[in-house]
């Protein structure tokens, strides 16, 4: 874990000296050098300390580099498809994937399906029939629902144009089947 080089370059970022840290924090300089070229392992305490003064949450100094925040821009987005469906894949991270289907009238998003985890939907534009298990609802623009996909469901546009909906899927397990 690289919390010095964190902690350095967010005090560089924010233009604050080890001398004006070492005065907010009432930490050595020679401390605070040791913990950013990664020499040392501060305490929690120390942490606190330090993310209080540089005005961090402590837990982001803890995140490691694959945790932090990504930015998929829009011309980078994978698409797909998948039974006449159009899938662009917005952004995943751990268990979450979301990603906006443009569905063509008449088609559904395959049988009615299960599998584990929870999903929500928005109905960015059409008319879509959406069941799981004994619920069924007609949904159309601006309408969301959502469900635990353990449960059979099923979506399909019942609309004459094209359906399109964003949906987020959490699941702990890897979601290699689904979409």
């Not at 580099?65 to 917005?90: A, D, T």
Request: with cysteine.
């Amino acid at each position: 874990m690289e919390i010095g080089a964190k902690i350095r370059a967010i005090r560089n970022r924010k233009k604050i000296t080890i001398a004006q840290m070492c005065e907010g924090t009432g930490l050595s300089k020679g401390f605070i050098s040791n913990i950013e070229n990664n020499n040392t392992s501060p305490s929690i305490t120390t942490l606190n300390t330090i993310a209080a003064f540089l005005k961090v949450p402590l837990s982001y100094l803890l995140l490691e580099k694959q945790q932090h925040m990504r930015v998929v821009r829009k011309g980078e987005r994978r698409n797909s498809s998948y039974n006449h469906l159009k899938i662009e894949h917005l952004a995943s991270k751990g268990g979450l994937r979301t990603m906006i289907i443009e569905i063509p009238p008449g088609a559904s998003i395959g049988e009615p399906h299960a599998h584990e985890g929870e999903e929500s939907h928005l109905v960015l534009q059409g008319k879509i029939f959406a069941e799981q298990g004994e619920d069924s609802f007609v949904v159309e623009e601006g309408d969301s629902f959502s469900w635990n996909a353990s449960v059979p469901h099923f979506v399909k546009n019942i609309g004459e144009d094209k359906a399109i909906i964003y949906i987020s899927i959490y699941s702990d397990t890897e979601l290699m089947d689904i979409l």
